[in-house]
């Protein structure tokens, strides 16, 4: 099993449509939790923190549910420059350091 | 200051050179990392530095070597690549505590091109 999965994707919606996704993680020991979003040939950005109570930026909402081991964002009225790949990613404390660890990707097409 | 830099944009090397990229951070962020990232793949973890010494090492290549100089700079010497090698490295910084703050987010330079003919 894959330390953190996502909804494999590619989501393709149209503009102002809300959309959802979920990502699990399987090492109980991990401590922080994030959202980035990825633009084709660009390096990743943070999107946005997860925490425990969850929260909300704007339009983007992240929750973390740590009995089931998931995290999950909404975009609500997506426009058309959300369109990018998504990437939830987990923080596992290792030795003197962290690890982060990536999921795979979901890649979002907001269609006008 | 919230930006990691990284140079060269590009790079294109045969299998005999030897070559560095470099990163640099002032945002005094004690942990660096360096991932390799392959086209429609997610960034790869190669390797940690908190406070300048090497933390993780994911079982990379010995013809990859990194160095952190001090705190702001981190280089990864590149020998003897493959074409498999192939990919888009990035470089990140984050706020570490030794006592294991752990809750930091990662910020990513705009990585190195490389092509290796």
């Known amino acids: 099993r894959k330390e953190v999965e996502q909804d494999p994707g590619p989501f393709n919606v149209p503009e102002g449509a809300t959309v959802a996704f979920n990502c699990t993680y399987s090492n109980s020991a991990s401590q922080s939790f994030f959202w980035y979003r990825q633009d084709c040939r660009k390096e990743p950005k943070l999107l946005m923190s997860v925490y425990s109570s969850g929260n909300e930026d704007g339009r983007f909402t992240a929750q973390l549910n740590r009995a089931s081991q998931y995290i999950s964002l909404l975009i609500r009225d997506s426009k058309l420059s959300d369109s990018a790949t998504y990437l939830c990613v987990v923080n596992i404390p290792y030795s003197s350091a962290s690890k982060i660890i990536f999921g795979s990707g979901t890649r979002l097409s907001i269609r006008p | 200051d919230t930006e990691v830099t990284q140079t060269p944009k590009h790079l294109v090397m045969g299998m005999t050179n030897k070559k560095s990229l470099k990163c640099e951070q002032h945002m005094g962020h004690r942990a660096m990392y360096w991932y390799k990232q392959k086209a429609k793949k997610p960034p790869e973890l190669m390797f940690v530095y908190s406070y300048e010494k090497l933390s993780i090492n994911e079982s990379v290549p010995s013809r990859f070597s990194p160095e952190c100089p001090n705190s702001s700079l981190l280089n990864l010497h590149l020998h003897a690549l493959q074409p498999e090698d192939s990919a888009l490295y990035l470089c990140?910084?984050?706020?570490?505590?030794?006592?294991?703050?752990?809750?930091?987010?990662?910020?990513f330079g705009p990585g190195t091109r490389l092509t290796v003919l």
């Open positions: 990140a910084s984050s706020q570490e505590g030794l006592a294991g703050d752990f809750y930091n987010e990662q910020f």
